[in-house]
């Protein structure tokens, strides 16, 4: 069965600095992978999604994540984060119908 | 192009009684699906409806209900409310059978349950 684990439930980094947020999968079939954002009092937005065309993939906001197999990763990254970064990450993998989400990170910017 | 809108965005509701949530899908969208996201958690699947009808369930009990309308819009009906319902409900749109299985979902902003 699918499933994502997120590493570290919390990650503070200084506006200016690179975002980097975990995400492994556990797929017995090639995954579709999932990176939604979930700012206070709102439901979830899509950054991006991993289509096998390429592993890495560039989303909304100047964030990013690479697909890596051999390592079952699908980690986020921003080289310069903002103030207004902050919020609630998941990575989500899809199921036979439904999307399965890991238990999210929550991030902060220092300014 | 007008996306998943739920209504209401919070209530509170007393233990033991029975709650209805409503959700329109996103124009084009044919799948609604509801999530419960307890405080600090990440969203776990409730289930799926495709053409009015239930196609996937996830570990919820029987109490948990829902409808699915001829324009797509969805009811998530739940009996005998416990204390531990109190969560953020999401429902979710996306096309149906035939499209790719990497198309997202398209989420609203949710409601707020709170039980008392």
């Known amino acids: 069965a699918q499933s994502v684990t997120q590493l570290g439930s919390h990650v503070s980094v200084s506006e200016g600095a690179l975002v980097l947020l975990r995400c492994n999968y556990s797929s017995s079939v090639p995954p579709y992978l999932f990176w939604y954002v979930q700012y206070p009092n709102q439901g979830l937005q899509l950054l991006l999604k991993?289509?096998?065309?390429?592993?890495l993939v560039k989303g909304i906001n100047g964030f990013e994540a690479e697909f890596k197999k051999s390592e079952t990763s699908f980690h986020l990254t921003k080289p310069s984060a903002h103030m207004s970064d902050a919020a609630e990450y998941f990575c989500?993998?899809?199921?036979?119908?439904?999307?399965?989400f890991g238990a999210g990170t929550r991030l902060t910017v220092k300014p | 192009e007008t996306g998943v809108t739920q209504s209401p965005t919070h209530l509170i509701k007393t233990r033991g009684q029975q709650v209805t949530l409503r959700c329109s899908s996103q124009s084009g969208h044919n799948t609604v699906s509801w999530y419960q996201q307890a405080l600090g958690q990440g969203p776990q699947f409730i289930f799926q409806?495709?053409?009015?009808?239930?196609?996937g369930r996830g570990n919820f009990p029987p109490r948990f209900s829902g409808l699915q309308f001829p324009n797509y819009s969805s009811e998530l009906n739940v009996n005998a409310l416990e204390l531990d319902d109190s969560a953020l409900y999401l429902c979710?749109?996306?096309?149906?059978?035939?499209?790719?299985?990497?198309?997202?979902?398209?989420f609203g902003n949710g409601t707020r349950l709170t039980v008392t």
């Open positions: 409806y495709y053409r009015e009808e239930e196609n």
């Open positions: 991993y289509t096998s065309a390429a592993t």
């Open positions: 979710a749109s996306s096309q149906g059978q035939g499209v790719p299985r990497n198309s997202p979902l398209h």
């Open positions: 989500a993998v899809r199921g036979r119908e439904d999307m399965r």
